[in-house]
């Protein structure tokens, strides 16, 4: 449940060239005030700036990954390693859009 998500953990959004994370994430509806008005505890948002260029979506990680493309250099180590370690995305096509 991405309200949940947002509001008992967190939500991290690293922009990304011709992304305006504001607006996307202005316009998500787990991010909407709760009904009633009632206030509340707000969503735990934090929006990074891109540290570097980066314009490989998650789709096209994942079409790399079903490939049998090395990843390393087109994400962190760490994603690397869980995605190696789980075995995800292996001979699975990628989803088409999005990213």
């Not at 709760?34 to 505890?41: A, W």
């Amino acid at each position: 449940d991405m309200r949940a998500l947002c509001y008992d953990f967190g939500l991290v959004c690293v922009e990304r060239e011709g992304a305006d994370a504001r607006r996307v994430v202005a316009e998500l509806p787990a991010l909407a005030p709760r009904e009633g008005g009632g206030g509340g505890p707000a969503p735990q948002l934090h929006l990074v700036e891109e540290p570097v260029d980066n314009l490989m979506s998650s789709t096209q990680l994942r079409a790399a990954a079903a490939a049998g493309f090395p990843l390393r250099y087109l994400t962190p180590d760490s994603v690397v390693d869980y995605i190696e370690r789980h075995g995800l995305y292996r001979g699975t096509p990628a989803p088409q859009g999005g990213g």
